[in-house]
């Protein structure tokens, strides 16, 4: 049997692997400071220094303007989706030091709360994982953290962390819901005992771990110290069953550490240097497998990593700005560290 | 250190440029979408227009492809009926098996390539056809040497001048030795009969047999498997492999398989004769030339577009007991690891995502991990589509996806006014909290519109109205309405009562109740015994008392006081009347 060449698709001949499938006009009148897809991929949020959050449907390649939302005095810096089982509901932060949270009602987007606790402008909004409730922490330049619990009847408890960080705290992240012991099936209506705890980041060049604890209250758990300057982002890895809890950080420093914890063992946290990158790196997210670590630096390039074979970690792809296309690959080598 | 297989690839996401901006991106379920922005928060807008646009990029577009989908969808099924095959059979017929599974993945392969080629074709020019000579040659090249000989002789008929030539050549044809499957031949019979065979040929060239065309002594060149008469024949020949093959075949036709890869690469030299370098795919085949599974599979990750190729192989060569395994973090050998990279592309198509729960069932270490994650993401936009997904997950006890995935519908139904659908949604969810809502919404719905909607789903919760004290309610509600309408008033007044001394009904609920009651206080006989008739009051009093309701606000009730009232006089008049009538009936002998 003879081998045939496919036809190869493409210019110059090459498979193009990582392709644009969709292009958003936002229309936004100012720099764009966040954009996140909803839980399916099919909607999708923006905000922007114009002081507007905009939803669009991005189903099958198009975009349609759902929701342009006005009511922030300040550059938005941030939104971020709840879980879908709680309905449609997006928050999102800003330079005028508040929070809002956004409901879809009847087909249309509305305000449906604001929170205005901070002295200053709030950098970071993240929903803790839905089994604990609806439940939204965020992170301000006041260097506090407020976390708002909805309880019900459009009602929000607040609670706050003072001085979380000194200077400011500029990210939060959750640890996704593990529940301790056996997961015995529980008579409806009874919620398991889960141990809440997320990680922020701030400008005293730390990473700290809170947990909350039987009283309610929230305390500091850990500190996590290998930064040399202000930690801009902190990302808690998804839960794959593995008994290991992953964090990644990025700082001002140019450094992405992966943060490692034995829960075996306990409580011990151990860095690995990702990379050490020639300018701020100022964002860190990882795919919903957690298998891919996505690094945003100053140097204009979004950056995809791996873990390989033994435990390095490699650089699978580069995203850059630019004009025209490349084929990308994945490779199993290793990339030099500094 | 290792060295570097490959510099990471770049992306260029094309018109994001500026020397002061970055890059933000967010992950979605199956993409990734980056936009232009700049991380240095500062207050004031920057003074240079920014880029609105998003980008949304994905991996593995081929996913969409319309002609792989066929391959994707026939491939799964033998891949789920390889991961199947008997663990007992072993030696001969599980070595069968295999090569079975091997050949019903070729041909599916094959399948997609030629609907590729008819595609190609179809978009290639149709007047090129070629000559008389190149088919005979290309024939040659291909080893077909009957159908050679059928156009040479058609060539020896309508030629006089050539045909005592054509019909040499074609005896020539006629009689190279092959080996045939079913003889007895030993390989060395054959090699000795080759041998004889290549010299006749031989002579033939050296006594000018052919010498006065120029195309049969080509011809005949190529039988003695005279590599510069092959190499002359580059383009008929395509590629390395073709010359490959045909070198071997007019040269070392019992060739060893462990010789082959000295052939394959000499083969790649010459033809590439220096001007152009190996490509990717060569790498493939010259590593699999050496047997060198691993090489192979780092080459096709490497070169090809999407995982589906070298998931396969690997997981057959698994099967095989061929495949040493690695340890990798994600997936603790090499198959898992790639089929988890394959199923999660399959994850990110609307309808093929189904293929990819399969590969995950199979994947022992994070199959069902993986499985979790991805399946929640999928939108579900019909409720078919829910129900499959819902189905998937039950069978494979992931009770949290259950719960989560039934959550999300109830909501969705509520937002949408869909009581009975949010409602069955809630009670398979097991959410009480939900449930309690949904019926509250039903209860408030009857009381603006008098009816109920939905009654076969209430009619027929069974079991499930345990799940929650107001859905309880709400059955028992409902049933309260059919004892009435089939007139047995007994039965009905007791449920009605009982509703109320229980605590199940909600005091806000209290006053529908009694109203309900009313009819039945009116009724010709007796129905509420005296007793009875003492709680109602007891209950009205008890409500009337407590007015205005702690934690129960009721707007209705500022506003309607003067019907409240009127009610509530209604309700007294009725009771005492009732009371009246059952002392009396009770303190009555039967009959007088």
Redesign the interface.
């Known amino acids: 049997?003879?081998?045939?060449?496919?036809?190869d698709e493409g210019p110059g001949g090459q498979?193009?692997?990582?392709?644009?499938?969709?292009?958003?006009?936002?229309?936004?009148?100012?720099?764009?400071?966040?954009?996140?897809?909803d839980?399916?991929?099919?909607r999708?949020a923006?905000c922007s220094?114009?002081r507007s959050v905009k939803i669009f449907d991005?189903?099958n390649g198009g975009q349609i303007l759902i929701a342009d939302l006005r009511g922030h005095e300040?550059?938005v810096?941030q939104v971020a989706w709840a879980?879908?089982?709680?309905?449609n509901i997006l928050a999102s932060c800003s330079?005028d030091r508040k929070v809002i949270i956004w409901k879809?009602?009847?087909g249309t987007w509305e305000k449906t709360h604001e929170h205005t606790g901070h002295d200053s402008?709030v950098?970071s909004v993240c929903w803790a994982p839905?089994d604990y409730g609806l439940i939204l922490a965020c992170g301000s330049s006041d260097g506090a953290i407020s976390l708002l619990t909805y309880t019900g009847e459009g009602q929000w408890e607040v609670k706050k962390i003072n001085n979380a960080h000194t200077i400011g705290c500029n990210a939060v992240s959750w640890a996704p819901a593990v529940v301790p012991g056996s997961l015995i099936?529980q008579p409806?209506?009874q919620k398991p005992n889960y141990i809440k705890k997320f990680a922020s980041g701030g400008c005293d060049n730390l990473v700290k771990l809170w947990k909350e604890e039987e009283d309610g209250q929230w305390k500091e758990e850990q500190k996590l110290e290998a930064h040399s300057d202000w930690v801009?982002d902190v990302a808690w890895a998804?839960?794959?069953?593995l008994p290991t809890s992953t964090i990644a950080s990025c700082s001002q420093d140019g450094r992405v550490f992966i943060w490692t914890c034995d829960d075996a063992s306990g409580n011990t946290w151990s860095p690995k240097l990702l990379h050490k990158f020639n300018d701020?790196v100022?964002?860190v997210?990882?795919?919903?497998?957690a298998?891919i670590l996505?690094v945003?630096?100053?140097d204009?390039?979004?950056?995809l990593w791996k873990?390989?074979?033994d435990?390095q970690w490699?650089?699978?792809?580069?995203?850059?700005?630019?004009?025209?296309?490349?084929?990308?690959?994945?490779?199993?080598?290793?990339?030099?560290e500094q | 250190m290792e060295e570097l297989d490959g510099e990471p690839t770049v992306t260029l996401i094309p018109g994001v440029n500026s020397s002061k901006k970055q890059m933000c991106f967010d992950w979605g379920p199956g993409e990734m979408l980056v936009c232009e922005t700049s991380f240095n928060k500062k207050e004031k807008s920057e003074t240079v227009p920014g880029c609105p646009v998003i980008y949304i990029i994905r991996k593995d577009v081929d996913v969409y492809s319309q002609i792989l989908r066929k391959l994707f969808n026939e491939s799964h099924g033998i891949f789920v009926g390889l991961q199947r095959i008997e663990e007992e059979l072993t030696g001969k017929s599980r070595k069968a098996q295999l090569v079975r599974v091997s050949k019903n993945y070729r041909s599916v392969i094959r399948a997609c390539m030629e609907e590729m080629h008819q595609v190609a074709i179809a978009a290639k020019d149709p007047a090129c056809s070629r000559q008389f000579s190149s088919q005979v040659t290309i024939l040659v090249l291909q080893g077909r040497l009957d159908e050679a000989r059928q156009m040479l002789s058609k060539e020896a008929d309508s030629s006089p001048t050539s045909a005592g030539m054509c019909r040499i050549l074609g005896d020539l044809m006629r009689t190279m030795p092959v080996l045939s499957p079913g003889t007895t031949q030993t390989l060395t019979e054959l090699e000795l009969k080759w041998q004889h065979w290549h010299e006749e040929c031989e002579r033939h060239l050296q006594d000018g047999t052919f010498a006065s065309s120029p195309h049969l002594e080509s011809l005949c060149k190529i039988m003695l498997g005279d590599e510069a008469a092959l190499l002359e024949q580059k383009e008929l020949l395509n590629n390395w492999y073709h010359f490959l093959v045909t070198r071997l075949l007019y040269s070392h036709p019992t060739v060893k398989p462990i010789d082959l890869h000295f052939y394959a690469q000499s083969s790649l030299d010459l033809f590439l004769g220096g001007e152009s370098s190996p490509e990717p795919l060569d790498n493939i085949l010259m590593a699999a030339f050496e047997f060198d599974i691993h090489q192979v599979i780092k080459e096709c990750s490497i070169a090809l577009s999407n995982w589906w190729f070298v998931a396969h192989l690997t997981d057959l060569l698994d099967h095989c007991k061929l495949l040493q395994s690695h340890n990798l973090y994600f997936g603790s050998n090499m198959r898992e690891f790639l089929l988890l990279e394959y199923a999660s592309g399959l994850f990110a198509h609307h309808s093929l995502w189904q293929l990819g729960v399969d590969y995950f069932d199979y994947c022992p270490e994070l199959g069902r991990v993986s499985l979790e994650l991805h399946i929640e993401r999928i939108p579900l936009s019909t409720e078919q589509k829910a129900l499959k997904v819902l189905r998937i997950c039950e069978q494979r006890q992931m009770t949290e996806q259950v719960r989560s995935i039934c959550k999300i519908l109830a909501m969705k139904a509520v937002r949408n006014n869909r009581l009975g659908s949010a409602l069955s949604w809630s009670i398979r969810a097991k959410d009480a909290a939900f449930a309690t809502l949904v019926s509250d919404r039903f209860l408030r719905d009857y009381c603006e519109r008098g009816c109920f909607s939905d009654l076969d789903l209430i009619d027929n919760l069974g079991p499930a109205m345990m799940l929650s004290d107001r859905l309880t309610f709400l059955g028992k509600y409902r049933e309260f309405h059919r004892l009435y309408g089939e007139k047995r008033f007994v039965d009905a007044a007791s449920l009605l009562l009982s509703l109320m001394t229980s605590q199940i009904a909600p005091r806000s609920f209290w006053m529908t109740l009694l109203t309900d009651a009313l009819p039945l206080l009116e009724q010709k006989q007796v129905i509420f015994s005296a007793e009875q008739t003492y709680e109602l009051m007891r209950c009205l009093e008890d409500l009337t008392s407590g007015r205005p309701v702690h934690g129960e606000p009721d707007a209705q009730r500022l506003q309607d006081d003067d019907i409240e009232t009127t009610k509530v006089e209604m309700l007294r008049l009725a009771l005492a009347r009732n009371l009246a009538r059952a002392i009396i009936k009770e303190g009555s002998l039967e009959g007088s």
């Open positions: 049997m003879f081998v045939e060449r496919l036809p498979h193009t692997e990582v392709s644009v499938i969709n292009t958003v006009d936002t229309s936004h009148e100012d720099m764009i400071h966040d954009a996140q897809m839980y399916y991929g099919t999708l923006t220094s114009d991005v189903r300040g550059p810096w879980h879908p089982m709680y309905g330079y879809e009602e009847n402008s950098n839905h099936d409806s209506g801009r998804p839960s794959i069953g701020v100022w964002h997210s990882w795919s919903i497998t298998n996505a945003s630096g100053g204009n390039k979004v950056t873990e390989s074979v435990g490699v650089c699978i792809s580069d995203v850059n700005k630019g004009q025209g296309s490349v084929s990308t690959s994945v490779t199993e080598g290793q990339q030099n």
